[in-house]
């Protein structure tokens, strides 16, 4: 049986082998993800994201025990920022999660930011869709909302919850016009600290502005505090609610349109990169033109003409 | 006469005229990159980042009004994050940067992180390209330090100050291994706030656990008040000492096969894409693809492969 037919049974080790597999970049991998694709689009994605000490971590944990007391499976992919400045104290987080490593209803899996080709996006994406077929019926993927990349992953959400705290420096300038955009659902966490009175005005303020237009999701401002457990419900409630307007309004379709587009394209940019790297080490060396490069015989851009001029002959450009 | 030769002679209307050609992606700007690159390699790259917050664009604006006193000419490429996260007032800051706007000795650009193919790092190498070409000294990247297109950027770099400010969070944790091998000189700034001390002695003990060995460079701690001009000149100074040791000890040799190998590699990877991208519009329909994905007739693995045997025939694989 392919690992792909063992995911679809529920296999959790299967699941955890594919995920190293598509780690590791291995081709085989890519065999077991087209096997996957039809038979996905089941989970709803939920996307966590926020800057470095929201607490976003232990959100994610209380969503996971609330999805579980609901009777759902959870998946968790939880982007670990290796950047040095996103910071905070990740793998310590990732300990309280440990609550749920008796549960085979709970899967949760890292992703470091760094490495991979092609980028992060890609590797969460494949990562979720593992879980989807792997029968998880939620997926939430928890990112640091900074960089391309970030945003990319929130993408792949159908729902976002943008996580702010009071207090994260001196005002509320960082909260730009962009999160209002990236966020379904906005939450104040840490909701008893000082400032969370107007943490959550001014976001309110600031969506109130928006004047969505009639038809449209409009973003509402929870307040949780992880910690203590208090909020969440409502925020499980919210993010159900999100899900139930998502589904029937349409919006769907066009998130599948936009998403499946991203896949394509981003693959198909990986694909090529991939093959150029081949026919490198196959018809020509490297460290030769870099050392040509370095001698200022040629420019880079030249360079690459050489190469691509050989790899993709004219007539079919 | 060309652009190319037009930013050579120093006109400084030709670079920005250049620069806006390769912010819209233009193949004209190709000609004139590939004219420029064997005419570089003069200017010194000088990498400023640091977290949100920490004083990075006023640090900027004393380092380039010190180096203006010592007679270099100086170019600025200021990466304003739009990131919804990254936050702080950026533009407000750089107005600031007007002190220098009648001085022709200063040219500053700055550049969005979103939208650019290829990615942030390689519009900012090429328009420090440019700026070296124009005949500045001295070039000064600043960025925000979080997600790995900004590492990317850091790279370009001959030395980086990583700027840090006492109070960011409540704990120092945020300072991970991985910004000890980024930089090359510690910057804590806002040094008269509470905390600057326990900081700056934090950082310099895990540089010295470090271990560096003999004939490496040993990074400093410095201390500065950007706002009251305070410890610009002994930052200069020791940018001037890295400067000295990069050029006499080899370092620049390894700094040049690297940097030449990530913008052959870059640009391959860009070129591919662009190309793959006409050829879909010339032979395929984007939009039939995409419908066909969202309906489960195709995975987006087995639609990119059908695109690229097409695009490239087997036998030149």
Known sequence: MSLAEQVLQGNIRAAARLMRDIDDGRSQAVDELKKLYPRTGNAFIIGITGPPGAGKSTLVDQLTASFRARGKKVGVVAIDPTSPFTG?????????????????????????????LGGLSRSTSDVALVMDALGMDIVIIETVGVGQDEVDIVKEAHTTCVVMVPGLGDDIQAIKAGILEIGDIFVVNKADREGADRTARELSNMLDMRHAAPGNWSPKVLRTEATRCTGIEDLTDEIMAHRDFFLSSGTIDNFLRERNQRHFLGILRDDLFKKALLFIE????????????????????????????????ENTD
Do not use: Q
Request: hydrophobic share 40%; glycine share 6%.
């Open 88 to 116: 905070g104290a990740i793998l310590g987080d990732r300990i309280r999660m440990n609550r749920h490593s008796c549960d085979e209803g709970v899967f949760i899996r890292s992703l470091a930011t760094r490495g991979a």
């Open 282 to 313: 196959k018809n020509a060396n490297l460290d030769k033109i870099v050392a040509s490069m370095c001698e200022n015989h040629i420019d880079p851009y030249s360079a690459v003409e050489e190469i691509v001029s050989k790899m993709i002959p």
